[in-house]
C-alpha cells in the first residue's frame, strides 16, 4: 500500500510543466480503434487511466509501441469487439468510450458496466439515446451492455443533459455512419474540440466542436496520422491553486490560458494574482485570500473537477464563501476529510458553506476520489506539520509525476510503500 506524506507549510515556487489533458488522451487513445490504419499518439499524460486504456486497447488486439513514455504507436488494423474484459473495464468511467467505438467500426459492442469516481449516480441514458438515434439497439444483460445495429444511419441527436462522455460516443458512433449526423446541447469542453480535431486529421468531417451543435458529416474510412494531446486544464488548474494556497508563486507552462479563464476569474477574485501569456500563466499570492461564491457548470463554467481543490483555497480564504455543484449529485466526500484538518464547512443540498480564514491542521486523510485527492495534497502543502494521505490509488488515475513535480517546486512530499 502506498501513502503519500507531506510536511507541509513551505511556499511553492519555481516552474512546472503541464502534462497532456487525461480527458482529451483517454478518448482520442480509444478513437485509433476508428482508423483501423496506425496512428502515433504524441503529448500523452503517465498517468494509470492511460495505462489502463493502453492494456484495454490490447485486449481488442491493437499493437501498442511506446516510443517514448509520453508517445504510444497504435495499430488498429486486427482490433476486434467484444473483447474487453470486465476486470479492466470496471476501474475506469472512460470504458464508456469502447462502446462508441466498437459500434462505429464494427456496428457492435459489448462492454461490460463501466466503474470510475464515485459522485453518486453516473447514468449512460444519453449515450444509449445517441446510439438508438443513429439506429443501434441496447440490451443490459449479466452486468455487460450490448449494443447492435444492421447499418448506422446519420440522424438528429438533442442531448437531454449536457454530457462529456455522451457527445464524445455520439461523434464516435457517428463518425463512420452514412449521411449527416447532429448532435445538439453537446459539451463544449476543449477534450470535445481536441477529439474532433484528431478525427478530422485521420479524415472526418466533425464540424461545430466546441460549440454546442456538432455536425458529423460520415465518411467511409478513416485513415491513421500522428496527433499531439492538448494540455490538461485540471492539472494546470491544480497547481494554479497550489500555489496561492501555499502563499507561493509558480510558472505553470505548457498551458492554453484561454481554457483556464473561468479558474483565472476566480482566483483574481480571490485577490491572486495572476499573468497569463501565449502558452503560460504566472500565479502568485498576493498578500491575501477574500472568499468567493462558486458554482460548477459544463464548461465553459467553472470545473467540476476543480471543486474539491477549490474549496481547499476557499478554506483559507477570510469570510464565507459558498461552493455549489452544479455537475454532479455527490462530489462532497472531500468534506469529512477535510474536517480532520479542522475545515469549518456545512453542506446544504448542492452547496457546501466554507467559514474560511483559519490555517488548516495537518492529519491523517483519504483521497476519496481523483479531484479530492489533489485537495487533500494542497490542503496538506498549506498546513504546518505532518500530513499522511492513504488510498492515493486515485490521484495517480490523472495526475502525471504529481509527488515529483511538486518536489521540484520546493514540498517536502514523499511517496512511501508501507
Ligand atoms: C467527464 C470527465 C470527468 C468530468 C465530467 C464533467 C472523462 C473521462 N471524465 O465525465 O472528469 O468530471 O466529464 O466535466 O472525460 N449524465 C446523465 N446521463 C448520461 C450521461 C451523463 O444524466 O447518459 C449526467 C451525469 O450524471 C452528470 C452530468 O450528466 O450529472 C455530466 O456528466 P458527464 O459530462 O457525462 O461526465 P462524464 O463524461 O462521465
Request: hydrophobic content about 40%.
Amino acid at each position: 500500500m502506498e501513502q503519500i506524506v507531506i510536511n507541509g507549510g513551505r511556499p511553492l515556487v519555481g516552474t512546472v510543466e503541464v502534462s497532456g489533458s487525461k480527458n482529451a488522451a483517454l478518448p482520442i487513445l480509444f478513437a485509433t480503434i476508428l482508423t483501423s490504419d496506425i496512428c502515433t499518439i504524441e503529448n500523452v499524460p503517465e498517468i494509470s487511466d492511460v495505462s489502463l486504456t493502453l492494456e484495454i486497447l490490447r485486449e481488442m488486439g491493437a499493437k501498442v509501441k511506446e516510443i517514448d513514455k509520453n508517445t504510444f504507436e497504435i495499430d488498429t488494423r486486427e482490433a476486434q469487439s467484444g473483447r474487453s474484459s470486465y476486470e479492466l473495464v470496471r476501474q475506469m468511467r472512460a470504458s464508456t468510450y469502447i462502446m462508441g467505438v466498437e459500434l462505429g467500426r464494427f456496428g457492435n459492442a459489448k462492454v461490460g458496466w463501466p466503474g470510475g469516481c464515485n459522485f453518486g449516480l453516473r447514468p449512460i441514458d444519453q449515450h444509449i439515446k445517441a446510439f438508438e438515434a443513429l439506429g443501434a439497439s441496447y440490451e443490459n444483460a449479466n452486468g455487460f451492455i450490448s449494443i447492435t445495429s444492421d447499418k448506422l444511419i446519420g440522424s438528429s441527436i438533442y442531448f437531454d443533459t449536457v454530457s462529456v462522455g455522451a457527445t464524445v460516443n455520439a461523434i464516435m458512433a457517428s463518425v463512420l455512419a452514412e449521411g449527416t449526423t447532429v448532435i445538439e446541447n453537446a459539451a463544449k469542453e476543449p477534450h470535445i474540440v481536441d477529439l474532433a480535431n484528431f478525427l478530422n486529421t485521420c479524415g472526418a468531417s466533425v464540424r461545430g466542436a466546441g460549440t454546442d451543435v456538432i455536425k458529423v458529416n460520415g465518411c467511409k474510412k478513416l485513415h491513421g496520422c500522428s496527433y499531439a494531446i492538448i494540455p490538461d486544464m485540471i492539472e494546470a488548474g491544480t497547481y494554479m491553486i497550489a500555489a496561492a494556497a501555499t502563499k507561493g508563486k509558480l510558472k505553470i507552462e505548457n498551458v492554453i490560458p484561454k481554457h483556464l479563464e473561468s479558474i483565472t476569474a476566480k482566483l483574481c477574485e480571490m485577490q491572486v494574482d495572476v499573468e497569463e501569456d501565449d502558452d503560460f500563466v504566472i500565479v502568485s499570492y498576493g498578500g491575501k485570500l477574500v472568499n468567493v461564491n462558486v458554482k460548477t457548470q459544463p464548461y465553459p463554467g467553472f470545473p467540476t473537477d476543480m471543486h474539491p481543490q477549490m474549496s481547499a483555497l476557499m478554506c483559507l480564504a477570510q469570510g464565507t464563501g459558498r461552493i455549489t455543484e452544479g455537475v454532479f449529485e455527490n462530489r462532497f466526500r472531500y468534506v469529512e476529510e477535510f474536517a480532520r484538518m479542522g475545515a469549518s464547512i456545512e453542506v446544504a443540498g448542492e452547496t457546501a458553506i466554507i467559514e474560511g480564514g483559519k490555517p488548516l491542521n495537518s492529519a491523517p486523510v483519504r483521497a476519496v476520489d481523483l479531484r479530492a485527492g489533489a485537495a487533500m495534497i494542497i490542503a496538506g502543502l498549506s498546513a504546518n506539520g505532518k500530513t499522511v494521505i492513504y488510498d492515493i490509488e486515485s490521484i495517480e488515475r490523472g495526475y502525471d509525476n504529481i509527488v515529483s513535480k511538486l518536489k521540484a517546486l520546493g514540498a517536502d512530499i514523499e511517496k512511501i510503500e508501507v
